[in-house]
């Protein structure tokens, strides 16, 4: 195997495996902050994660504010902006529906990035793949309600957008400073929501130290783990291997929640995972192609 061979496959294969680490943390964070939408909403759940997540991020990567460039603070605004309203439907959603049914609607924003930006057959196949798992996941007449749907296909709008804005700003900044500037603005942006519940928050320490995990696990570690991905991966790519999500998101559910899982989401499953192992596979054999 030559070394430009070595090298792309390594590049794929780590992309899909920051994406995997992504999701696995983003939805762990989904399960843990339940008790705290059934506490103080799903509004202010939300506006305490990024406020949370953004003081940590910003102390950690201690962004250079005066060296960015326009670009750069319009990247950030935007990232903020759409990563804000993707969470505040988020949790809108999973205050309503099953965590994994509400990953899966969200999903079809990314899969519709990806579907659009189709580059051959096979790639087109495993897309269709992917969409199959996903509308099997959803499974009709599993407690999904017509606002949790709603709420998640917002999600799933703004999940696009996400993706490139995220690849945006991964490609403008170096480490997560960036990453800390758009964090930042999401937390203003969502600060008004969570300024009710600040009396109940502080003197709940058991709630505020939850919070803080959850902040920590989605805003710092979750979008890190994706941001890193975007500097290895289109954001077509990631869309598609973005479908790993409802899986974690049912597996979770089922190990965290005790949510139901029924044969459907079997085939689910294995449909978004199979769709994943082909993509990473197929940018592997691209990229070594256009070494060569």
């Known amino acids: 195997m030559s070394e430009a061979t070595r090298t792309s496959t390594s590049r794929a294969l780590r992309g899909a495996l920051l ?18 939408i ?7 759940a939300s506006s305490w994660r990024f406020f949370l997540g953004a ?24 990232l903020g902006a759409t990563v804000a309203l993707m969470n505040q439907a988020f949790y809108q959603a999973i205050a309503r529906i099953p ?7 969200e999903y079809m924003g990314p899969f519709l990035v990806a579907a659009l930006a189709k580059r051959s057959l096979r790639h087109f196949a495993f897309v269709a793949m992917a ?30 957008a996400y993706t490139f804005a995220s690849h945006r700003v991964g490609g403008n900044t170096e480490g997560f400073g960036g990453l800390a500037v758009a964090m930042a603005f999401a937390a203003l942006l969502t600060l008004p929501f969570g300024l009710g519940s600040t009396h109940v928050v502080l003197s709940h320490p058991s709630l505020l130290g939850r919070l803080l995990v959850v902040g920590v696990m989605a805003t710092v570690l979750g979008f890190g783990f994706e941001m890193q991905a975007l ?3 289109t954001p077509s790519i990631v869309s598609v291997l973005l479908a790993l999500d409802p899986a974690v ?37 691209e990229d070594i192609k256009a070494a060569l």
């Open 249 to 285: 998101a049912f597996l979770i559910g089922w190990l965290l929640l005790h949510e139901h899982v029924t044969a459907w989401d079997i085939v689910g499953l294995a449909c978004v995972v199979l769709a994943g192992i082909g993509v990473t596979y197929d940018v592997a054999k």
């Open 231 to 233: 500097r290895h991966l």
């Open 131 to 160: 969409g199959l798992g996903v509308l099997a996941l959803t499974r009709p007449g599993g407690g999904i309600t017509l606002a949790g749907a709603l709420f998640a296909a917002v999600a799933g709008a703004s999940w696009a």
């Open 19 to 36: 994406v995997l680490s992504g999701a696995t943390v983003i939805q762990w964070s989904a399960a843990l902050v339940r008790p705290a």
């Open 55 to 78: 003081i940590v991020i910003v102390l950690i990567t201690r962004p250079k504010l005066r060296t960015m460039t326009r670009a750069q603070w319009m990247g950030a605004f935007t």
């Open 99 to 105: 965590l994994g049914s509400a990953v899966a609607i």
């Open 38 to 44: 059934v506490a103080i909403g799903p509004a202010a």
